[in-house]
């Protein structure tokens, strides 16, 4: 009798197991169809914990970040305060010379139009990550070391595929600049993971920083678009200028929590798209409600014990 068991247990787990396959492929399929709405290059990635989940299209493609390098960048800036380097409370300088112009999005800047101030660490954090303020950002990678001081860091996590040269100031003087920062999704969403689920810091700033994902003032239309109302996203959105109809970078990546409480980490970048703007973010709001999906029907799918 128990071989006759194993025998229809093993089954069960094979019948299941191609489902599974023949379900995450018909989730690239349809990642795949969405993708041509945007007109564009699009590249993606999904990681769930405990799951198969596979939502891949050029995960190993170098999009061109935008403002999505403001979460490394906040992420080595709290692992410096945890080994005592910086602290939340110092002060630092936003000095004349951190100023982009002629302009810039920085409510940092529209605040204090001449620099010269003290600004503490948190807030600039607060403001670099929730607001995505280019001034504060710069300023926090400055402080941090610079862009090799994130590199490095990072790359220390086992997240692959993270490649910075430039802070905000660069991007704002170059175009071109921006794909000198790219990040593959296959490492952004290993890092969202490394976030959720194996921090590299303590649960306090860990906290902090989710908390200010979760607030971001940007891109509600983007991951969060789709999403059953009240579901909890944690994400940070990058996002280009648009010259003779090309949009450089329409980027999110973000966790979203599930029903059981998991984290489903998602990175959509779109690149050189010529969609326009309610596109290029409905565009990333439906692979993450497909992501979303599988993940719901492959968990009320597998055999519970």
């Known amino acids: 009798m128990k071989a006759i068991i194993r025998i229809a247990g093993l089954g069960v787990w094979v019948a299941v197991l191609a489902s599974a396959a023949g379900a995450q492929e018909n989730l690239r399929v349809r990642v795949m169809a969405?993708?041509?709405?945007?007109?564009?290059?699009?590249?993606?990635?999904?990681?769930?914990?405990?799951?198969?989940?596979?939502?891949?299209?050029?995960?190993?493609?170098?999009?061109?970040?935008?403002?999505?390098?403001?979460?490394p960048v906040a992420v080595t800036a709290l692992h410096q305060v945890e080994g005592g380097k910086l602290s939340l409370n110092q002060k630092v300088r936003f000095l004349a010379s951190d100023r982009i112009l002629p302009s810039t999005y920085s409510p940092l800047q529209e605040k204090y139009p001449k620099g010269e101030v003290d600004v503490p660490l948190e807030e600039l954090l607060r403001l670099s990550v929730s607001e995505s303020d280019n001034v504060a950002a710069d300023i926090v990678l400055r402080t941090v070391g610079g862009p090799g001081a994130v590199n490095e860091y990072i790359?220390?996590?086992?997240?692959?595929?993270?490649?910075?040269?430039?802070?905000?100031?660069?991007?704002?003087?170059?175009?071109?600049?921006?794909?000198?920062?790219?990040?593959?999704?296959?490492?952004?969403?290993?890092?969202?993971?490394?976030?959720?689920?194996?921090s590299p810091l303590t649960p306090e700033h860990n906290t902090l920083l989710l908390g200010w994902m979760e607030h971001n003032t940007h891109g509600e239309k983007r991951i969060p678009g789709d999403l059953p109302p009240g579901t909890v996203v944690a994400h940070k959105t990058g996002t280009s200028g648009v010259e003779n109809g090309v949009a450089f970078a329409t980027n999110d990546i973000g966790l979203i929590t599930l029903p059981d409480a998991r984290k489903l980490a998602v990175a959509v970048f779109i690149t050189n798209s010529h969609a326009d703007e309610a596109t290029r973010d409905a565009v990333i709001a439906k692979i993450a409600r497909a992501a979303y999906n599988e993940a719901l029907r492959e968990a009320a799918a597998t055999p519970k014990h």
């Open 34 to 71: 969405i993708a041509t709405e945007a007109k564009g290059e699009v590249s993606t990635a999904c990681l769930l914990p405990g799951s198969k989940l596979n939502c891949s299209l050029n995960e190993m493609g170098h999009p061109p970040m935008q403002s999505v390098f403001k979460l």
């Open 155 to 198: 790359t220390s996590l086992g997240v692959v595929g993270l490649h910075i040269e430039d802070g905000e100031d660069g991007l704002a003087r170059d175009s071109k600049a921006q794909f000198r920062n790219w990040f593959e999704p296959i490492g952004a969403v290993g890092l969202l993971d490394r976030i959720a689920n194996n």
